[in-house]
């Protein structure tokens, strides 16, 4: 007898920009990381780079374009309706530049993440890498965690640190976060996707890693 | 001709408890790994059991017992007066569980480190661990940072990271913290002490270290 494959989920990954954790995910899908069925890139922006990639990557894509709606409530409940018509069972945002309200994500409750290039609750909203430059934090990172009605505030799944060099401008670490965000996305999610990962209370577990505890930056 | 010695900065450290971070102090200084001259381990609790721990060190100590003075400007002018007596010229918070005001602080401007059990500027303030934990983060550490009139606001010169476990208690999670805490303030406080440390506006530079960025934390 066989093992039975694991079921794989169908999800959509939404976009504003290049999409390159969209990218990080998929090719975890399609090398079997990532229990995903990628049923649709979806962009608020019509111009996003990350539509082709998703194209070349053999992916459906849609644009929705948030100009044409006069509500975020509008654009949010054709948004949940369009990920519904295509059968989507979870949401992955990666760069995706709305604010999700209560008429999105109610129909969707528990089952969006999204990725932020800190380590929430440090810095959070927009340039969260920038902010903690200007901080002058010396360990930064990057957050999977579930999306709430606040602003980078649901339950986390997973955190990655990285050290701030001397020399980091808000590209440089960027780049570096970057790095982390295209490793840790698709762990996270595949924990949340399989149901390994649990949420209790305010606190996810289940997706410990087998990574040696940090260091200091100080020597 | 042999090198001339680095100069050793004389010190003092202040504690409230059991200083174990006190000891990961003194305990470099005697090792010569800092550059410092521990003039006196002072509490403001005459109880404190870390008072036992420096005199069997050989380090002379003090009680100024805070609940002598009308107000925190009084205990705070008498501290600065007993610790100019001694000639002290830079103080290592280590579990001090005052708040410094003006009257300290611009007598000792940019002459005071603390260390705080969490990734500043997330969970400032009293039970750093137990906020982590209920907050969910997966990442947590410790920061030295120079001390100024706000709560845990002043700039950060050395940051350690660890990992939060899915069984972690307080306890567990305090004690895998304290055990950064100890490699840190050593390290972070000789880079002040030696010069190498330099502030940029709130950025701290020069304490770079040799250690690997951390990794992320779910597989």
Do not use: K, W
Request: net charge neutral; hydrophobic share 45%.
């Amino acid at each position: 007898m066989s093992e039975r494959p694991t079921e794989r989920v169908p999800i959509a990954i939404l976009i504003s920009g290049r999409g390159s954790n969209m990218v990080s995910l998929v090719t975890a899908a399609q090398e079997g990381r990532l229990s995903a069925d990628v049923r649709v890139v979806l962009s608020n922006r019509p111009d996003a780079p990350g539509l082709a990639r998703a194209s070349d990557l053999g992916i459906p894509t849609a644009v929705l374009d948030h100009r044409a709606f006069a509500t975020r409530e509008a654009f949010d409940a054709a948004l949940a309706d369009e990920l519904e018509r295509r059968g989507v069972r979870f949401v992955a945002l990666a760069g995706f530049l709305r604010v999700l309200t209560p008429v999105f994500l109610r129909r969707f409750a528990g089952r969006v993440l999204n990725i932020h290039p800190a380590l929430l609750p440090s810095f959070p909203g927009v340039h969260a890498q920038r902010q903690a430059l200007e901080y002058g934090a010396r360990v930064t990172g990057c957050t999977v965690h579930f999306v709430d009605e606040g602003v980078d505030t649901g339950p986390i799944v997973a955190q990655a640190a990285v050290r701030v060099r001397d020399d980091d401008t808000e590209e440089t670490l960027a780049a570096r976060i970057l790095e982390q965000e295209h490793r840790l996305y698709p762990l996270a999610l595949q924990a949340v996707l399989t149901g390994r990962a649990r949420v209790v209370g305010r606190r996810v577990v289940g997706v410990e890693g087998p990574g040696d505890p940090p260091g200091p930056d100080a020597g």
